[in-house]
């Protein structure tokens, strides 16, 4: 399918398939980045879609531009920390900017969300397990359950989105919630993954 530049049909694209591509830029990039990774990859998209061929479903070709998005903010955002954690330690000025004469916060620091620091950690390392059991499930369990739990999904637009019958679909969630209840239990008894 050769597509000429045809503002309805990227549109219709657009509706589509946008909150997937946003659940499929969730893991990648984190919810709060995942909208501006997807506007991105738009943008590209529509600049390209004269050259799109139509050797992939548009679902394929438009996933792999957000991931490349996404990627490409990660690295982006690691070059960042990295200047702003130089500009930090070179400032001879920082104690000044961080604090007042009397001692107390310019700007306190946001809310952790816990008085102990050991929840913080643990917290944490809990996060990294789940995300490597995430790592290991099949691709598409791995998919209904990020449809469904980071993207907001139904079972009938995951369904239409894998190609998958509703019952395969819940049995699919059903494996992935089972795997990481697992994980929490095991991390729970014994402090590690």
């Known amino acids: 399918m050769t597509a000429p530049r045809d503002d309805a049909v990227f549109a219709a694209l657009v509706g589509e398939h ?3 591509l946003i659940a499929i830029a969730s893991p990648i990039v984190g919810a709060s ?7 991105s990859a738009w943008i590209k998209a529509y600049r390209a879609w004269d050259g799109f061929r139509g050797e992939a479903a548009a679902r394929s070709w438009l996933t792999r531009i957000v991931i490349n998005e996404a990627r490409m903010q990660l690295r982006a955002r690691k070059r960042e920390r990295f200047f702003s954690e130089l500009d930090a330690d070179s400032s001879p000025d920082l104690l000044q900017e961080r604090f007042r004469s009397d001692g107390s916060w310019r700007h306190p620091p946001a809310a952790w969300g816990t008085d102990d620091p050991a929840d913080l950690l643990t917290g944490e390392v809990l996060e990294k397990c789940l995300e490597q059991m995430l790592g290991k499930m099949p691709r ?9 739990e980071r993207g907001g999904l139904s079972f009938h ?12 679909a819940r049995v699919l969630m059903h494996r992935a919630r089972s795997a990481l209840f697992q994980v929490v239990d095991h991390y729970e008894e014994t402090g590690e993954c």
């Open 140 to 148: 598409q369990q791995r998919s209904v359950y990020e449809l469904r």
């Open 157 to 168: 637009e995951i369904c239409e989105d894998l190609g998958i019958a509703p019952g395969n």
């Open 33 to 39: 980045e995942a909208e501006e990774v997807v506007q």
């Open 18 to 20: 946008h909150r997937a």
